[in-house]
């Protein structure tokens, strides 16, 4: 029976990777072998090491190593002979899926659009030993830079699929800020967004949010704290916001572990010097050009920077630049705070 079922009434189709999984098993005639391959790739239970499963065959590690490797080619040989039809069905909906996802995606990422719904470990596990059978499929194995991913074979072995993330993460870090995914391909050679986005995905190095990538050290596409996701949200919203709105908008956005307190945004934001008080509760980012300090600091600051006094309805307009308060506030420093002196009809210095 084809290991291909249709899924939906427009033909689209899934995988029955427990059915092919299965059936490719039931090719290796030896029952050691077979628990060497499940066992190694975790196609039942979690992954065992070269180590384990030699210490419960009774046999050295090496000779574990050996006999895997034997195997697979057994299966590949035979995979490609057609004498196990589920590697060819395997290959088939992996190479259509994977042409519309960029050419390459993570295990993850495939096995979620293979089985159409978010998939276990288990499910991940059977995807990548099939596709590791596969002639027409690449698998690019996880290490400290890249995750475990499945790419088309005729765009390019292992080593170039590495070679081409490692040219994304350059062009980001030589960025030195978050850019789309289409900028990010302007500054590459590759025919299309998708698969510059496909190799992105792959790269440990690498984080996304709201289509922003960036580095992983980066805490605009990937906050890992308070402060960092307050920093987010600010400088989306592009203007000051309450600490209670702040509180809301987290708590509404796609963060992971985003059930915080109001009170715990607003410690936050009184502890870092990124975030500025320019009202009643209201903060800004330092870096749209709010200065820290009181409604008089503000005042002393303007009033020193400017070359002659200034008239207070000036005084008020400028201020009101950097501060989100009432005028009569404004307007009751500059009246009642010794730091400060009439010298004309409502024109105003700093005290000497």
Do not use: C
């Not at 995988?15 to 059936?23: M, P, Q, R």
């Not at 046999?59 to 004498?83: D, F, H, S």
């Amino acid at each position: 029976m084809s290991q291909v079922q249709a899924a939906t009434a427009n033909e689209k189709t899934t995988l029955d990777i427990d059915g092919a999984i299965e059936a490719i098993l039931s090719a290796i005639e030896q029952e050691r072998e077979r628990e060497i391959v499940t066992r190694r790739f975790g196609l039942y239970d979690r992954k065992e090491t070269l180590e384990q499963i030699g210490e419960l065959l009774g046999i050295t590690r090496e000779r574990v190593r050996q006999l895997e490797k034997a195997i697979l080619i057994r299966l590949k040989i035979a995979g490609e002979e057609g004498r196990i039809p589920a590697i060819q069905d395997v290959e088939k909906v992996i190479v259509r899926e994977l042409s519309e996802m960029g050419r390459l995606a993570t295990v993850a990422d495939l096995t979620d659009v293979l089985l159409g719904d978010k998939a276990t470990p288990l499910a991940r596990a059977r995807v990548a030993f099939a596709a590791t059978l596969a002639p027409r499929l690449t698998v690019v194995d996880e290490n400290d830079n890249y995750k475990i991913s499945v790419g088309i074979a005729e765009y390019g072995d292992e080593k170039k699929l590495r070679g081409q993330i490692d040219d994304v993460v350059k062009a980001v870090k030589e960025h030195g800020e978050p850019l789309t995914i289409e900028q990010l391909h302007e500054k590459l050679s590759y025919e299309h967004p998708a698969h510059v986005r496909a190799l992105a995905s792959v790269s440990k190095h690498l984080s996304n949010l709201k289509d922003m990538w960036g580095l992983n050290k980066w805490p605009t596409v990937n906050p890992k704290n308070i402060r960092d996701k307050i920093y987010v949200i600010l400088a989306e919203n592009g203007k000051p916001m309450h600490f209670s709105e702040i509180a809301d908008a987290i708590k509404d956005s796609n963060f992971s572990r985003k059930n915080v307190t109001t009170q715990a945004i607003h410690n936050e934001l009184i502890k870092d010097g990124r975030f500025v008080l320019i009202g009643r509760g209201i903060y800004a980012l330092d870096s749209w050009g709010y200065s820290k300090g009181t409604v008089a600091d503000t005042i002393a600051d303007i009033l020193r920077k400017s070359p002659e006094p200034l008239h207070r309805d000036e005084i008020v307009k400028r201020v009101l630049k950097n501060r989100q308060v009432k005028e009569t506030t404004i307007l009751l420093n500059l009246q009642s705070k010794p730091q400060f002196k009439r010298v004309a009809k409502a024109t105003y210095a700093l005290a000497e």
